[in-house]
Antibody, heavy 121, light 107 residues
Framework: QVQLQESGPGLVKPSQTLSLTCTVS??????????WSWIRQPAGKGLEWIGR???????NYNPSLKSRVTISVDTSKNQFSLKLSSVTAADTAVYYC?????????????WGQGTLVTVSS | DIQMTQSPSSLSASVGDRVTITCQAS??????LNWYQQKPGKAPKLLIY???NLETGVPSRFSGSGSGTDFTFTISSLQPEDIATYYC?????????FGQGTKLEIK
């Protein structure tokens, strides 16, 4: 059973960089054909896809965030990471990492439990 | 970006009722449409993929249909544990986008 777990600071100051890591257990992040994504959800609001990385390391980002986002993978640690620069209060949200079922059917079948990141001084 | 519009935004129904939620895409997305259930404080859970395929382990009272721009999600007989917010998601084009959600409550 694949499990994902987000980790990282829960409080980030405005203009700084938000950094989160997703640790994958129950399977190798480099095996199979999966996309590994980050998704966020402001309190009381809907879901926003941030971006994804393939097992090869290729990435796709939401154009609305592309200038500030970097997603990377560390296969030796079975982790992938999110960096979001120049954060503002609008970036306050629960951040989820998730896996897609395949590269053909892009449905998020495994999710982390989510981690709340607050942007505040 | 493809806009996904769900209706209604909220819905109150009784146990045993048939519940229907619709999702409209701003352009043709074929059947590249998924449905999720999210309970308070929890991550979303995949229920339906490719518009009408039931994810493994999901009760058969959940179903989906549609293609192109108009999609429907149905709970055939509402159970108390179905109280949640439901989201549609398209993956025809990047960025993948979600509907705004439909909050389902018990009457």
């Amino acid at each position: 059973q694949v499990q994902l777990q987000e980790s990282g600071p829960g409080l980030v100051k405005p203009s700084q960089t938000l950094s989160l890591t997703c640790t994958v257990s129950g399977g190798s992040i480099s095996s199979g054909s999966y996309y590994w994504s980050w998704i966020r959800q402001p309190a009381g609001k809907g879901l926003e896809w941030i971006g994804r990385i393939y097992t090869s390391g290729s990435t796709n980002y939401n154009p609305s965030l592309k200038s500030r986002v970097t997603i990377s993978v560390d296969t030796s640690k079975n982790q992938f990471s999110l960096k979001l620069s120049s954060v503002t209060a609008a970036d306050t949200a629960v951040y989820y990492c998730a896996r897609t079922t395949s590269v053909v059917v892009i449905a998020f079948d495994y999710w982390g439990q989510g981690t709340l990141v607050t942007v505040s001084s | 970006d493809i806009q996904m519009t769900q209706s209604p935004s909220s819905l109150s129904a009784s146990v045993g009722d048939r519940v229907t939620i619709t999702c409209q895409a701003s352009q043709d997305i074929s059947n590249y449409l998924n449905w999720y259930q999210q309970k308070p404080g929890k991550a979303p859970k995949l229920l339906i993929y490719d518009a009408s395929n039931l994810e493994t382990g999901v009760p058969s009272r959940f179903s989906g249909s549609g293609s192109g721009t108009d999609f429907t999600f149905t709970i055939s007989s509402l159970q108390p544990e179905d109280i949640a917010t439901y989201y549609c998601q398209q993956y025809d084009n990047l960025p993948q986008t979600f509907g705004q959600g439909t909050k389902l409550e018990i009457k």
